[in-house]
């Protein structure tokens, strides 16, 4: 582990520009994502669409420079979406720990809340992403084995489950 001042925490709508700004390119440039702003529309505002809803949005910052965002999306039943989970690209990998601690910030989050059940979905060719989540006990599950209140986004096609034993 490298030794780096990283902090997380909630972002909100001032936030915007700045998530805006390190989710799109790592979409469209390095994964070749076919997706743009207007398909994200949660992005210009996430106060209503995760903090409001009894979810959040978090932020991970070394030394002031937004490097990562992870988000939930309450969808009641005690279960939750893991969302917009993105690290740039010189900041991944176990020497920083940016994702981990990310997603540990969202585990703890459910637990406080009594979520027990996170999905979510990815696409196909990010295999880096896959060998995380399988890593953190996610298991891969069909589609069909989505609850009907979990909110698909049309370019996923790759879905995972974690039950928390809370």
Not at 49 to 60: D, L, P, Q, T
Not at 84 to 113: I, N, P, S, W
Not at 122 to 130: E, F, G, N, R
Not at 153 to 161: G, L, T, V
């Amino acid at each position: 582990m490298y030794t780096v001042n990283l902090t997380i925490a909630p972002v909100f709508n001032d936030d915007c520009t700045e998530i805006i700004d390190l989710i799109l390119p790592i979409q469209q440039i390095e994964f070749n994502v076919p997706i743009t702003i207007e398909a994200q529309p949660d992005l210009l505002d996430i106060e209503a669409n995760y903090h409001h809803r009894g979810g959040n949005f978090w932020g991970a910052k070394i030394d002031g420079e937004l490097v990562g965002t992870i988000a939930l999306i309450n969808t009641g039943h005690n279960a939750c979406a893991l969302r917009k989970m993105f690290v740039k690209k010189d900041f991944r990998g176990k020497g920083y720990g940016v994702a981990q601690k990310l997603l540990e910030t969202l585990l703890a989050y459910c637990k406080e809340h009594n979520i027990t059940d996170v999905y979510l979905g990815t696409v196909d060719m990010l295999k880096a992403a896959h060998r995380f989540y399988e890593k953190n006990n996610f298991n891969n599950i069909p589609v069909t084995d989505l609850p009907s209140y979990f909110p698909r986004m049309m370019a996923d096609n790759k879905f995972y489950h974690l039950h928390l034993g809370i």
